[in-house]
């Protein structure tokens, strides 16, 4: 049950980030998103990912895979796209 509970609170923080990610991809617009922000939300989603991956904890470990990986997008498209 545990492991469950698990899946669903990886699934659902996971699912809540996809909204903004996607509206990003699709305007390029990164006027609203915060370097420092994400720069650190992305610093700590690679350390919850290796976490997950030193414990074993699978649920971890594919949230914050799926997460780093769009998270990282989004920096990297802050960092290409900014004005000044």
Not at 5 to 31: E, K
Not at 36 to 51: D, E, K
Request: with cysteine; net charge positive.
């Amino acid at each position: 049950m545990h492991e469950l509970i698990g899946y669903l609170a990886a699934a659902l923080t996971t699912c809540s980030f996809l909204p903004q990610a996607w509206l990003t991809f699709r305007t390029r617009d990164v006027r609203g998103v915060s370097l420092g922000m994400y720069s650190v939300f992305t610093l700590g989603v690679a350390l919850w990912l290796a976490y997950g991956v030193m414990l074993g904890a699978w649920p971890i470990v594919l949230a914050n895979s799926v997460t780093l990986a769009l998270a990282g997008t989004i920096l990297g498209m802050k960092l290409r796209y900014r004005r000044g």
